[in-house]
């Protein structure tokens, strides 16, 4: 749900906890209590990240791109949610050529807790590509040998094949 839904939700719950009050309905005034805490809490806690997570999928990166610029404080998010927000915006930022601001948000998620290994290999092989783009051989070693210990999909194990030819041919 994008933070204006939200608001406009919380705004007609609002209209029908005074009215639940109002008619002395208290059990449904409860209800429609937590209804609105739910959605302010959603509010700090997911913010957009679903929403612009499928947009994501998708490629259309200028909606994902307006989705998590909605997001104000993305430090509130919940760990869940806070990874999937550093990779996408490291992902736009590295579209734009942004490169030192997509490492810095690459890093951020490669910190951060992940479900499945294949996801955090993405963010792994996205920095180990950055500072091959730098220069950087030794720190792109370190982040394939990080890659290299998680369960990664063929295709990732492909990738990182390349970028240790692509090392080895600069050393």
Do not use: C
């Not at 406009?8 to 008619?23: G, N």
């Amino acid at each position: 749900m994008t933070n204006r839904a939200r608001k406009i939700v919380i705004a007609i719950a609002i209209a029908f906890l005074f009215y639940a009050v109002f008619a002395k309905h208290y059990n449904i005034a409860v209800y429609i209590f937590g209804g609105i805490a739910y959605l302010v809490w959603s509010y700090l806690k997911e913010g957009t990240v679903y929403l612009a997570t499928q947009a994501f999928h998708k490629q259309d990166y200028e909606k994902t791109k307006r989705l998590l610029a909605e997001i104000k404080n993305p430090d509130r998010l919940r760990k869940g949610r806070r990874n999937f927000y550093e990779f996408m915006m490291g992902n736009i930022l590295l579209k734009e050529e942004k490169i030192e601001e997509a490492e810095y948000h690459f890093q951020l998620a490669s910190r951060l807790p992940w479900r499945r290994d294949h996801e955090k290999g993405m963010v792994l092989i996205n920095l180990a590509s950055i500072n091959l783009r730098k220069k950087e051989y030794d720190r792109v070693e370190g982040y394939v040998d990080a890659a290299e210990k998680l369960k990664l999909t063929a295709r990732q194990q492909s990738i990182l094949e390349k970028i240790k030819n692509e090392v080895k041919k600069h050393k």
